[in-house]
């Protein structure tokens, strides 16, 4: 008895794999002894494996019983060191699910997937980006790279936590930034000297766009004299944070009920948005697609950042346009069929 307490001891020790290994090769030579000492009990090898695990299992349907002294020596066996070892590879399973969890908590798993949104520096803005994203496309798969130690949204089974430095190879590595969608950068909230913040996110997004060119990155930058730095980054989108959120207020102060209309475009949870259509074969000039569209309760506003198209209804439409309306979601799901 002392031996196998020993024994067992010992096991607690084994790594994952070591306990799995024994544990199956403790239950297959259990059979096989069970078979050799009864088989006219058991019949065939399958049945005494099958009445090994449900005696480890403390199952014991009785379909199944040792008949023998020696059978029954055996079943003695199972109870005392069998069922231990089962419960240590049970235990073992769940510590190593609840490990999986905490590793994914602390940002120490690497993302597997493609066509996700990574998010750079956790903060309220990136909070609200999340919520905006998920209201848009639920299934979506999201990765936050931030440099805390704990995983922002863990309740969230789609949103991804990768902790570390987000200018570092390896950390974006992890977040399969090269197989991502697209990638958008807050300014780090933690800086308060603008300029610095700016600087560690024009690191970030130099190292993006060295891995990843063909991602799209957005970023935030909070002084607009760095905007001609982050172009030559090669930056696609950018957004001025403190400059916006300055002539919104005017706007709203200067021409009443202004802020409503950018609200509204600003969020897809109500009412119109802005999409991109893509040319159709019939259209030949922005006329043409202006008026189409207008007749089937969409608005053509743009060509990429061109918004005087509508000045323009002559004017052919060139081979690289990308055209964006003003619709509500049932109208732009009906023009793309």
């Not at 010992?10 to 088989?39: C, D, Q, W």
């Given at each position: 008895?002392?031996?196998?307490?020993?024994?067992?001891?010992?096991?607690?020790?084994?790594?994952?794999?070591?306990?799995?290994?024994?544990?199956?090769?403790?239950?297959?030579v259990?059979?096989s002894?069970?078979?050799?000492l009864?088989?006219?009990t058991?019949?065939?090898?399958?049945?005494?494996?099958?009445?090994?695990?449900?005696?480890m299992?403390t199952?014991?349907?009785?379909?199944?019983?040792?008949k023998?002294?020696?059978?029954?020596?055996?079943?003695?066996?199972?109870?005392?060191?069998?069922?231990?070892?089962?419960?240590?590879?049970?235990?073992?399973?769940?510590?190593?699910?609840?490990?999986?969890?905490?590793?994914?908590?602390?940002?120490?798993?690497?993302?597997?997937?493609?066509?996700?949104?990574?998010?750079?520096?956790?903060?309220?803005?990136?909070?609200?980006?999340?919520?905006?994203?998920?209201?848009y496309r639920?299934?979506?798969?999201?990765v936050?790279?931030d440099?805390?130690?704990?995983?922002?949204?863990?309740?969230?089974?789609?949103?991804h936590?990768?902790?570390?430095?987000?200018?570092?190879?390896?950390v974006?590595?992890?977040?399969?930034?090269?197989?991502?969608?697209?990638?958008?950068?807050?300014?780090?909230?933690?800086?308060?000297?603008?300029?610095?913040?700016?600087?560690?996110?024009?690191?970030?997004?130099?190292?993006?766009?060295?891995?990843?060119?063909?991602?799209?990155?957005?970023?935030?930058i909070?002084?607009?004299?760095?905007?001609?730095?982050?172009?030559?980054?090669n930056?696609?989108?950018?957004?001025?944070?403190?400059?916006?959120?300055?002539?919104?207020a005017?706007?709203?102060?200067?021409?009443?009920?202004?802020?409503?209309?950018?609200?509204?475009?600003?969020?897809r949870?109500?009412?119109d948005?802005?999409?991109?259509?893509?040319?159709?074969?019939?259209?030949?000039?922005?006329?043409d697609a202006?008026?189409?569209?207008l007749?089937r309760?969409?608005?053509?506003?743009s060509?990429?950042?061109d918004?005087g198209i509508?000045?323009?209804?002559?004017?052919?439409?060139?081979?690289?346009?990308r055209?964006?309306?003003?619709?509500?979601?049932?109208?732009?799901?009906?023009l793309i069929?």
């Amino acid at each position: 008895m002392y031996f196998f307490v020993r024994l067992l001891l010992k096991t607690m020790r084994f790594k994952n794999m070591s306990v799995l290994t024994t544990v199956l090769a403790f239950i297959v030579v259990s059979a096989s002894i069970a078979y050799g000492l009864e088989p006219k009990t058991f019949h065939t090898w399958f049945n005494a494996l099958y009445w090994v695990m449900t005696t480890m299992s403390t199952v014991g349907y009785g379909d199944f019983f040792a008949k023998t002294v020696a059978g029954k020596l055996l079943t003695l066996f199972l109870y005392i060191f069998g069922i231990g070892l089962l419960s240590l590879l049970i235990g073992k399973v769940i510590d190593g699910v609840a490990g999986i969890q905490r590793q994914r908590e602390a940002g120490r798993l690497s993302f597997q997937g493609e066509d996700h949104i990574i998010i750079v520096n956790w903060s309220r803005k990136a909070f609200y980006a999340v919520e905006e994203i998920l209201s848009y496309r639920p299934e979506a798969e999201i990765v936050i790279i931030d440099e805390s130690d704990r995983h922002p949204l863990h309740h969230r089974g789609n949103v991804h936590f990768i902790s570390g430095d987000p200018a570092a190879d390896d950390v974006l590595e992890q977040a399969e930034i090269s197989k991502a969608r697209s990638a958008i950068v807050f300014a780090d909230s933690r800086i308060d000297e603008a300029a610095l913040a700016d600087g560690k996110s024009l690191l970030i997004v130099s190292s993006i766009e060295r891995i990843a060119p063909n991602v799209h990155t957005t970023v935030e930058i909070v002084q607009e004299k760095n905007v001609q730095n982050f172009r030559y980054a090669n930056v696609n989108e950018f957004v001025l944070s403190h400059d916006a959120i300055s002539r919104l207020a005017v706007r709203a102060a200067l021409q009443e009920g202004n802020s409503e209309i950018f609200n509204q475009l600003l969020s897809r949870r109500h009412g119109d948005d802005i999409y991109e259509i893509a040319v159709q074969p019939g259209w030949r000039t922005y006329g043409d697609a202006f008026r189409e569209l207008l007749e089937r309760g969409a608005t053509l506003i743009s060509d990429r950042g061109d918004l005087g198209i509508n000045r323009k209804l002559s004017v052919p439409i060139p081979s690289d346009a990308r055209l964006y309306i003003i619709a509500d979601e049932a109208t732009y799901r009906q023009l793309i069929g």
